[in-house]
């Protein structure tokens, strides 16, 4: 794809490469006229001319602009459509399209086999657009299974036992999880790279015996998550009577959660939830009350939510956040401005992306974030429901949202304290009150104002012109 996209000619010279054959020919000067891999401007360049071909030739394909836009990750188009009519359409208007830029799509691939037959015809004698015979494909570190339209892990491990932190942080720097759906395992990882930072060990020096008995054992479990299975399609279709996206946060000693369903009632009023994203995060080192880090993971929560609901085009009205911390529910209660710096600027920064009436309070047995804050062995995960779906009342016909009658207790450490400052002035002592000294109130006025000035001036602070002394005088 780099390849196709030709570099201005004053850019040019900024791509120059020195060659020769050998050690006795002449160095060359080359300048690489076409976006080079490996350069940091790479996949910008690539997605911008991408998205300019959809701005500037958009217009005759409206079902593949859009698309071009939003479903590319750099070369890679992932997308999907309500039928097998519309996927036809699809095709052809993308392939039309990117043909004006010179980029033709390759490797097709869907969940249906009609669809797999009708691109195995339109493609007899292109070799390069052959589909695999293998019904996995790889999709940014992941693998979808097309025909059970499900998404699988993968996990390749070394024969070799890492024993030192720089082999231990390279290996679990391979688990790779976009989307988080299985955070309650990688924030295990996460937590572990906290404790090897806190030994202060070398980079090369082999770990003590007791966490490399905690990694070899994290490690051997890791296999595990290649049974773990989790469906592409999450029943969101146009059709539906309604859709919403409900979050839920959570948060322990070692680390704070956000996790986000979807939740649709389909056309035949059937209700269905299933995991979109999730995140989580190490708590820092430095002690942090867990109340502050429940409000760390609604932050958490917050953006996770707005993030995804942009994308699904779904509006702020079916956004709905959930907490088994009532004292983060008193906190939303209330304005920032009551409590201390730490509190009013996450408070401040919810409440301005989602509205207090949209959070409620959840029971920690049916939080599903409450395993992503602690971690789970991934044999655990795998027939983990409340992890995948969401707690059972999610799939309720009427939902209850509600919050304890005791959200206003232990919120005294975190209010700000007023400082107030009182004088008191002894009515019977006139030598303080100047108004007994003078008949009228435009004389006090006028002395005070000239002794003013004239300390003032006495001291050096500021000189006060014609026209400033009129000022205080009148």
């Known amino acids: 794809m780099y390849r196709q996209v030709k570099v201005a000619k004053r850019h040019v010279d900024y791509q120059r490469i020195v060659w020769r054959d050998d050690s006795l020919s002449e160095i060359k000067d080359f300048r690489l006229s076409r976006v080079t ?22 217009e005759k394909y409206p ?52 669809l797999m037959k009708w691109w195995q015809k339109e493609n007899i004698g292109i070799k390069d657009r052959e589909i695999k015979e293998d019904s996995v494909t790889k999709i ?44 309650p395992c990688v924030v295990t990882a996460k937590v572990f790279i906290q404790k090897l930072w806190l030994a202060r060990l070398d980079w090369d020096v082999k770990l003590p015996s007791e966490l490399l008995l905690e990694w070899k054992t994290y490690r051997k479990e890791l296999c595990n998550l290649s049974r773990f299975q989790i469906p592409r399609w999450v029943q969101k279709a146009d059709s539906n009577i309604q859709v919403e996206l409900h979050g839920f946060s959570d948060a322990s000693t070692v680390a704070y959660s956000a996790v986000v369903y979807l939740r649709c009632i389909t056309a035949l009023g059937q209700v269905e939830s299933h995991l979109l994203s999730a995140k989580t995060k190490v708590a820092p080192v430095k002690q942090v009350s867990v109340s502050r880090l429940e409000l760390c993971g609604a932050v958490l929560l917050t953006k996770l ?35 201390k710096t730490f ?52 799939r309720n016909n009427k939902m209850e949202y509600v919050k304890p009658l005791s959200i206003c207790t232990k919120t005294d450490l975190e209010m700000r304290l007023v400082k107030a400052h009182m004088e008191v002035i002894n009515p019977n002592d006139d030598a303080e009150d100047l108004t007994l000294k003078f008949s009228s109130l435009r004389k006090l006025i006028r002395t005070l104002a000239y002794w003013t000035v004239t300390s003032r001036r006495s001291n050096g602070e500021f000189r006060v012109t014609r026209q400033q002394q009129t000022s205080y005088y009148y």
């Open 37 to 58: 891999v490996g350069t940091s401007c790479a996949p910008y360049l690539a997605v911008k001319v991408l998205q300019q071909i959809a701005i500037d030739e958009g």
């Open 63 to 114: 079902l593949a602009a859009g698309r071009v836009k939003t479903d590319f990750y750099i070369d890679d188009l992932m997308t999907g459509c309500q039928s097998e009519t519309e996927a036809k359409e699809i095709y052809k208007q993308m392939n039309d399209l990117l043909e004006k830029g010179g980029f033709k799509l390759q490797k097709w691939t869907s969940n249906r086999e009609e």
């Open 140 to 183: 940014l570190g992941l693998t979808w299974n097309r025909c059970s339209d499900t998404f699988h892990y993968v996990v390749k491990m070394p024969t070799e036992m890492p024993e030192t932190k720089r082999q231990i942080i390279a290996e679990i720097c391979r688990l790779y999880d976009p989307l988080g759906w299985i955070a």
């Open 305 to 339: 939510l707005v993030e995804v609901s942009n994308v699904l085009k779904i509006d702020k009205a079916n956004l709905h956040a959930w907490t088994d911390s009532t004292i983060v529910l008193a906190w939303l209660s209330d304005h920032p401005s009551r409590w």
């Open 343 to 394: 509190v009013a600027n996450r408070t401040s920064e919810i409440l301005t992306r989602l509205d207090a009436a949209q959070w409620s309070y959840v029971k920690t047995k049916d939080n599903p974030a409450d395993c992503a804050s602690r971690g789970v062995k991934p044999s655990d995960l795998i027939s983990d429901e409340l992890w995948k779906c969401g707690p059972a009342w999610l």
